[in-house]
């Protein structure tokens, strides 16, 4: 008899009801995939292995039979990521981009290396960072990873501009030409503007320092020609997820443009460190959706990333005329599908992002960068590209303005919010 499955299935329905149809998602590294995506998901290749390379001919680079259909899909993955990117080297196999960042700091780091990222009140991904992978790799016995402590491992924090939001490039320069690291890392997680790549750059090949740029949440911007072009600006290599605003199935990639002596010196780091580093066999089933989700890129990602970011923009520009204390006003409030809002006269961000899932708005609270509490953040990040993919425009998102800052301020908003939901339900772009 099977077993049975009513009350989990009463589960799955009710997520696909209440985040599905009801709620506006405002996460910012989530978002909905096409039926197509979703549909392609269900395979028997939920049920294989393929560990290592696609076989080439008769030349065996596999260590499991029975590949011969994964192996064409994740040749087409690569060969058409790299077409979308107009990149020469591309890795699709890390599960995501915890797992591609996991595998440039096994294959490139050891214990003692110095490294330069960015902070986690600053936006930086936790992985980056003293508990995490990069601060792990370059612990050695007896270094703390507790920055304050005497002996404390060689990981340091990128210097920010008056505003906090940008990386102050001369001081960069400064602590890169003094510290000399082995990696530099930029990227976050809270990304409003673009990273200084460029400015960064010359100096980084002049010393042979590689830089790492983690594109996790702006991959679907950079493809769709906004944000900016890491490669062409000077990154050595670009991680990403495939699914925060590259609205693919939950996977990683690695990316590079790397000429070939440069491939030669770079690229076998991101190649080991992936298998047998942080993955090995790698959730085949969600391979041939990630093809479904390039195509789909491909065809709308222009329209679809300029729009996220006008979208942001008249959010941004909304909420704070309605008196919620919008960050980086100066700058446009944003470049990306994020913004920073500072909610501390309201609670804070904790009481706030509770507030607002009461109303069905769903978002996370988030440290401004001069939080020094991780239990307690000021701030929450919004972002738009959920809604954006439902069809929202800019009209959408002076209402949505006008609910968020009345729940913020504790009125009641379910019905008009399940209301403007209920008029952006067919996904777009697909
Ligand atoms: C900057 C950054 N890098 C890496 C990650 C991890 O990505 P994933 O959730 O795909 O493992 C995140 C997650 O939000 C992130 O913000």
């Known amino acids: 008899m099977p077993v049975d499955i009513a009350d989990i299935q009463q589960l799955v329905d009710a997520q696909e009801h209440w985040r599905g149809r009801q709620t506006i998602n ?14 392609l998901q269900n395979s028997d290749f939920m049920a294989r292995y393929a560990e290592g390379h696609p076989n080439r001919g008769d030349e065996v680079r596999r260590y499991y039979q029975g590949t011969r259909y994964i192996d064409q899909i994740e040749t087409m993955a690569r060969e058409e990521l790299l077409a979308l990117t ?14 591609a960042n996991t595998a440039l700091a096994l294959g490139y780091l050891r214990g003692g290396d110095t490294v330069i990222v960015n902070s986690t009140p600053a936006g930086g991904h936790i992985s980056h960072n003293t508990i995490g992978v990069f601060g792990r790799r370059i612990q050695t016995r007896g270094l703390s990873l507790n920055l304050e402590a005497p002996r404390a491992i060689p990981l340091h924090y990128f210097p920010l501009a008056e505003d906090l939001y940008h990386i102050d490039v001369p001081k960069s320069l400064d602590l890169i030409a003094q510290t000399k690291p ?6 976050k997680s809270l990304i409003l503007f673009p990273e200084p790549v460029q400015a960064l750059a010359p100096l980084c090949r002049e010393l042979g320092i590689p830089l790492l740029y983690d594109a996790a949440h702006v991959f679907g911007l950079i493809v769709g020609g906004q944000f900016q072009d890491p490669w062409r600006e000077g990154a050595t290599w670009v991680t990403a997820s495939t699914h925060k605003t590259f609205p693919g199935p939950q996977r990683g990639v690695i990316l590079a443009d790397l000429d070939e002596e440069q491939e030669r010196q770079y690229w076998p780091s991101a190649d ?4 047998p580093g942080s993955s090995s066999n790698h959730h085949l089933h969600t391979l041939p959706a990630l093809v479904v989700a390039i195509r789909e890129m491909r065809q709308h990602a222009t329209a679809y990333a300029a729009q996220i970011v006008r979208n942001a923009q008249t959010l941004g520009r909304a909420l704070d005329d309605e008196g919620i204390g919008v ?4 700058f446009g409030y944003t470049a990306s599908h994020q913004l ?14 509770q507030r607002l899932e009461a109303n069905d708005i769903i978002v996370n609270y988030n440290l401004l960068p001069w939080d020094t509490e991780p239990r307690r953040p000021s701030g929450l990040r ?24 009345d729940a913020i301020k504790g009125k009641d908003v379910r019905e008009a919010i399940h209301a403007l939901r209920a008029s952006c339900r067919t996904l777009h772009y697909v």
């Open 382 to 405: 919004l972002g738009v590209q959920e809604m954006t993919r439902y069809g929202m425009r800019e009209d959408e998102m002076q209402r949505l303005a006008g609910l968020v800052s």
């Open 340 to 353: 920073a809002v500072n909610v501390a006269a309201y609670g804070g961000g904790v009481a706030v992002a």
């Open 26 to 39: 405002l996460i910012a590294s989530e978002n909905p995939q096409s039926p197509a995506v979703r549909a």
């Open 272 to 275: 080991r460190g992936v298998f």
């Open 86 to 99: 107009r990149c020469r080297q591309a890795d699709v196999r890390p599960i995501s981009g915890n797992a």
């Open 182 to 187: 082995r990696l530099l890392v930029l990227g």
């Open 327 to 330: 960050e980086a006003r100066d």
